[in-house]
């Protein structure tokens, strides 16, 4: 990829960005379809399109961005969300969405199998769109991807995803913006995650997370105070990973972002748009063979389906319903480097 060639009114020769869709050779995600977005001045990303659009590599000039699984992507033919087996072929990668009839644990409604996290990310774009500018980019102007996915399985009532992403060219901003359908004839009900994964080099001891974000508890047993703002820390030795829970709003009723920032590299800002995120949940493995943090706006918490028929947390969606949910992924580097 080119040097950025800007001109004095601060304008970019889109030349230098790149779009192509490229499909995996060898290994475990062999055969896969990626969309690759070399964006110089914004985020660049690889896109599953085997993998509900998802976002795997992602980078900011030279700052990674997103966690990867050393074990790396896996087809999503050879992925299975039924019991825990979602963990065994989770590549890791800046967004991996969960859904659309389950997030959180692996349970059982009705002789109905959730299984962890649900399907969604595993199910392969049916067409997408690319629509980027022309000629030289100004401050306003985006690439955008729309993408459909239906999901269909038979005895559920099915549903329809379109996902559309904008990443801005001239500054490292990402807007993620899901709208789900009621493709059927009666009402059903849906759970809903981003699931933002982000690793080194911001994630490391002494990494900042601050927010006004109400503490609600922690998934599981935990004496530590999840409040924020709280500094992370990286483990040599085997330690439990945590789930916290979080309010979506401030004291003023107003949408909260979270602050993910280290010193000398720079910071993320994740900020959940929609009024139909209910938390925001942080997830956090902290020993340095895993070393991720996950910013997760959700519609509920992790305990799974019947859980969250338990709580009452479960989505109503009509038929022809549509459910919007938004989240935006900004990134400022650090003037200490």
């Given at each position: 990829m ?5 001109n004095s009114?601060g304008?970019?020769d889109?030349r230098?960005?790149s ?14 379809r990626?969309?690759e ?8 990303a690889?896109?599953?399109l085997d993998?509900?659009?998802d976002?795997?590599?992602?980078q900011?000039?030279?700052?990674p ?9 896996y ?10 087996r ?13 859904g ?9 409604v ?11 990310s595993?199910?392969?774009?049916r ?6 500018p022309?000629?030289f980019?100004?401050?306003t ?7 459909q996915?239906?999901d269909a399985p ?16 001239m ?7 899901d709208?789900?359908?009621n ?9 809903f995650?981003?699931?933002?994964n982000?690793g080194?080099p ?14 609600l ?19 040599h030795y085997?330690?439990?990973?945590t789930?916290?829970?979080?309010g ?5 009723g ?7 920032s280290r ?6 800002i994740?900020?959940p748009l929609s009024?139909n995120w209910r ?6 493995d902290p020993?340095v063979?895993v070393?991720v943090l ?9 305990g799974g ?8 947390e ?7 319903d549509v ?6 992924i900004r990134y ?6």
């Open positions: 080119g040097r950025q060639a800007m009114a304008f970019i889109v230098q960005i779009i192509r869709e490229v499909v995996e050779a060898h290994g475990p995600a062999g055969g896969n990626w969309l977005i070399r964006n110089p001045r914004g985020i660049s690889d896109i599953n993998g509900g659009g976002i795997g590599w992602a900011a000039g030279d700052i961005l997103s966690w990867q699984n050393m074990g790396g992507h087809a999503s033919a050879r992925r299975s969300s039924i019991k825990s979602w963990k065994d072929t989770f590549g890791g990668g800046l967004l991996a969405t969960c659309l009839r389950s997030i959180g644990m692996p349970s059982e009705d002789g109905v199998e959730y299984g962890l996290h649900g399907n969604i595993m199910i392969p774009v067409s997408y769109q690319v629509i980027s022309q000629g980019a100004s401050e102007d985006k690439i955008v991807i729309h993408a996915i239906v038979l005895g559920e009532v099915p549903l329809g995803m379109t996902r559309v992403l904008e990443f801005d060219v500054r490292p901003v990402l807007t993620i913006h709208h789900i359908v493709l059927g004839t009666s009402p059903t009900h849906i759970m995650r981003h699931h933002i982000i080194q911001l994630i490391n001891n002494g990494t900042q997370l601050s927010g006004s974000l109400p503490f508890g922690w998934r599981d047993e935990n004496d530590d105070s999840g409040d924020l703002p709280r500094a992370l820390t990286m483990s085997p330690e439990e990973e789930v916290g829970y979080y979506r709003y401030g004291a003023d107003t949408l909260m972002p979270i602050s993910v010193r000398g590299v720079g910071e993320l994740v900020e009024a938390y925001l949940l942080l997830w956090r020993n063979s070393n996950g910013v997760e706006p959700s519609t509920a918490r992790d389906r019947r859980q969250a028929m338990h709580d009452q479960l989505m109503v969606i009509e038929p022809g459910k919007d949910f938004k989240t935006k400022h580097q650090s003037d200490e480097r």
